[in-house]
């Protein structure tokens, strides 16, 4: 599974800024994919997830100002992130948990990290 993550930037407080990740799970089902965010000296933490079917789940720091959803190819799913707080600023990444056609185990794969700046 590869995953492709996109859309980072630098933002104001109050702005948004939109998330994508991009799967080619060829061979692979995908039972959920989420985002997560880092700070330098803390561990990665979840923002937010969605499963197949699912409804989606969000930190509470998030809550309520941001979306994930899929696209309309279900093969990229999207983190629009509205109302920026300085807080927000971080490094994210995306997650799916993904098993091999026919296996039940899912392993974790990640895609490379994109740096989301917010500015006050």
């Known amino acids: 599974v590869q995953l492709q993550a996109s859309g980072g930037g630098l933002a104001q407080a109050g702005g948004s800024l939109r998330l994508s990740c991009a799967a080619s799970?060829?061979?692979?089902?995908?039972?959920?994919t989420a985002w997560y965010r880092q700070t330098p000296g803390n561990q990665r933490e979840l923002v937010a997830v969605?499963?197949?079917?699912?409804?989606?789940n969000y930190a509470d720091t998030v809550a309520g100002r941001f979306t994930i959803h899929r696209g309309t190819a279900k093969d990229t799913v999207y983190l629009q992130m509205n109302s920026l707080i300085p807080e927000d600023t971080a490094v994210y990444y995306c997650?799916?948990?993904?098993?091999?056609?026919?296996?039940?185990?899912?392993?974790?794969?990640w895609g490379q990290g994109t740096q989301v700046t917010v500015s006050s």
């Open positions: 997650n799916a948990k993904a098993r091999r056609l026919g296996r039940s185990y899912l392993n974790d794969y």
């Open positions: 799970a060829t061979g692979f089902i995908i039972d959920a």
């Open positions: 969605i499963g197949n079917g699912g409804s989606p």
